[in-house]
């Protein structure tokens, strides 16, 4: 189903004994909300009618409070990955001709919604140099990022985590 703007920041709750419309809004990661009603507000379109003039009134005072702006966030691990080392990868890479080259893969992230990515072949440096290059490499995209001290914070927050 869907949802038209006038309706915006509005979902209907039909669920066991609760009937009416909920008024949800956001900033800086504080949840504002409130449920209006069917049988306190005196029917289904009274309580709509109340919930979208509440909504109206919530994102004017949102809008009075500045956006606070958000801090990266830093994946400290992640269960899908194998080598060990966030970032980095061991893929197959198919040429133009269709010739496979065993590689890892670095990946980072410069500024936010930029990626970028690069690979040390095996066949060229070998297994274990092709994986400490690649470590090597995302390292130091890293502590270009986040400051020289990048993996001493990791492994406080790292630690954190774990207890």
């Known amino acids: 189903m869907a949802r038209s703007k006038a309706n915006k ?12 419309w909920f008024v949800r809004g956001y900033r800086n990661g504080k949840t ?4 209006f009603s069917d049988r306190k507000c005196g029917g289904k379109g009274k ?9 109206d009134e919530l994102n004017e005072e949102l809008e009075a409070i500045p956006k606070k702006p958000r801090q990266r966030r830093i994946v400290v691990s992640d269960s899908r990955n194998t080598t060990g080392e966030l970032g980095v990868s061991r893929t ?3 040429g133009p001709n269709g010739t496979k080259h065993e590689c890892y893969s670095v990946s980072w992230r410069p500024e936010p919604g930029v990626q970028k ?3 040390f072949s095996i066949k060229k440096y070998g297994e274990k140099k092709a994986f400490k290059l690649a470590v090597e490499h995302r390292r130091n995209k890293m502590r270009e990022i986040h400051g020289a001290n990048f993996y001493r914070q990791l492994s406080k927050r790292k630690q954190a985590v774990a207890s």
């Open 32 to 35: 504002y909300s409130k449920l």
């Open 92 to 94: 197959t890479k198919i």
């Open 47 to 55: 309580a709509q009618k109340l919930a979208k003039a509440y909504r």
């Open 117 to 119: 990515c690069t690979s």
């Open 9 to 20: 920041g509005i979902s209907r709750i039909d669920s066991g004994s609760t009937h009416g």
